[in-house]
Structures are given as structure tokens and as C-alpha cells.
T-cell receptor, first 115, second 116 residues
Framework: DAGVIQSPRHEVTEMGQEVTLRCKPISGHNSLFWYRQTMMRGLELLIY????????DSGMPEDRFSAKMPNASFSTLKIQPSEPRDSAVYFC?????????????FGPGTRLTVL | AQSVSQHNHHVILSEAASLELGCNYS??????LFWYVQYPGQHLQLLLK??????LVKGIKGFEAEFIKSKFSFNLRKPSVQWSDTAEYFCAVNAPYSGNTGKLIFGQGTTLQVKP
């Protein structure tokens, strides 16, 4: 299994531009999580999906952030318009409800820099 | 609400020293417990996990953790650290029967620096 796949791995953009981050969970996993990691705030859960349905988006910082999961194998996190304070590493993780541990498997992350 | 507290934010050790990182959680029911490690510039990887059974859990790279239910603790230990253990360590808890299936609550993380 290829694990959780994220793209792009690095993104540099200018303030005001739209940014789209992509995630492919592990095949067969039915929960997907988006996290943001910064030095100042540590690891934050932004939103998570179960069976493609958003369950908890209370961590989404503001309306500029949106996430979708159109099918079981793909999710996007969009920032529009982007701001320098959005610079962070964004991780996607997936898990399976068939796993009694509910272990989450993390992707390699997307390092976003907004100039 | 559930929470996870890691007492040490930054730990500096010399090689061969023993390590213990504290983790406490606040939830009275059944929990799954995890320790993840994040090496510099990399993503989070699972070190070990506890679901049930023997409260002393052995993980990869010589790490172990002990679940003490009465203390709501899941401390991480390693008898002799190596320079390559330099990383950030995260404790996490999942309450599988609380309605938050799959969601992990993470601690703030502990940065471990091992001096050669």
C-alpha cells in the first residue's frame, strides 16, 4: 500500500491567491483528517470526514478555508484567499472504523508558504 | 471535553541517558492511547499503541509505554536514548465509544534533543 498521498509536497504562493491541497487516503479507510502544524500553535485538527461526510469542522480557522471529500479516495483543502499567516505544514491522515485502535496514518504533508 | 497533557515541552538528554515523557489524559471511559514520533522534517509515525490487555506496551526502536488507569497516564520510556531519537513526540487518545470515533486528541508535543 502506498500510504496516504498528499500533493503538492511544497507550495509557494502569493497572498491573495487560491491554494488547493490534495489528499488520497489509504484504500479502504473511511475516515479522513486534515491537520495544520505550526511552531506557534503546534498540531491542530482542522476538519475530519467519516464516510465522505464532514463530521467536525470546528477547527477550520475561518471562512477562507473549505474542505471537500467528493469520494472515498480523494479530499481537498482549499484556502481562498490565502494569507501569510496560513503558512504551515498541512497533514492529511486516514483511519478505518474496522480498526479497533482507530490508528491514524499520516501523509508526508504539504509545506505551504504564503508570501 | 477530552484533553491530553504532556508535561515536558522540551527535553535535552545525553546519549545513553534514560527517557521518560509524561502524558495524562482526561476521560473516564475506555480509551485507545498512542505515541507518535515526528523526526525533523518528516510526518508523524506511530511508535506504539494501547487498546487493551497488558498495560505495558512495547513499540518500535526500543520504546515502551505504561498505561496506568488510576492515574490516567500513558508515559513513554526508553532505557537508553540515541542521537537518532531526536524528534518531537506526541501523545494522543481516542475514545472509541464516545461518539468521536476515529478522532484523536493530541497533546502539545514534547521536543526531545539528544546530544551526542
Amino acid at each position: 500500500d502506498a500510504g496516504v498521498i498528499q500533493s503538492p509536497r511544497h507550495e509557494v504562493t502569493e497572498m491573495g491567491q487560491e491554494v488547493t491541497l490534495r489528499c488520497k487516503p489509504i484504500s479502504g479507510h473511511n475516515s479522513l483528517f486534515w491537520y495544520r502544524q505550526t511552531m506557534m500553535r503546534g498540531l491542530e485538527l482542522l476538519i475530519y470526514f467519516n464516510n465522505n461526510v464532514p463530521i467536525d469542522d470546528s477547527g477550520m480557522p475561518e471562512d477562507r478555508f473549505s474542505a471537500k471529500m467528493p469520494n472515498a479516495s480523494f479530499s481537498t483543502l482549499k484556502i481562498q484567499p490565502s494569507e501569510p499567516r496560513d503558512s504551515a505544514v498541512y497533514f492529511c491522515a486516514s483511519s478505518s472504523s474496522d480498526d479497533p485502535y482507530n490508528e491514524q496514518f499520516f501523509g508526508p504533508g504539504t509545506r505551504l508558504t504564503v508570501l | 471535553a477530552q484533553s491530553v497533557s504532556q508535561h515536558n515541552h522540551h527535553v535535552i538528554l545525553s546519549e545513553a541517558a534514560s527517557l521518560e515523557l509524561g502524558c495524562n489524559y482526561s476521560y473516564g471511559g475506555t480509551v485507545n492511547l498512542f505515541w507518535y514520533v515526528q523526526y525533523p522534517g518528516q510526518h508523524l509515525q506511530l511508535l506504539l499503541k494501547y487498546f487493551s490487555g497488558d498495560p505495558l506496551v512495547k513499540g518500535i526502536k526500543g520504546f515502551e509505554a505504561e498505561f496506568i488507569k488510576s492515574k490516567f497516564s500513558f508515559n513513554l520510556r526508553k532505557p537508553s536514548v540515541q542521537w537518532s531519537d531526536t524528534a518531537e513526540y506526541f501523545c494522543a487518545v481516542n475514545a472509541p465509544y464516545s461518539g468521536n470515533t476515529g478522532k484523536l486528541i493530541f497533546g502539545q508535543g514534547t521536543t526531545l534533543q539528544v546530544k551526542p
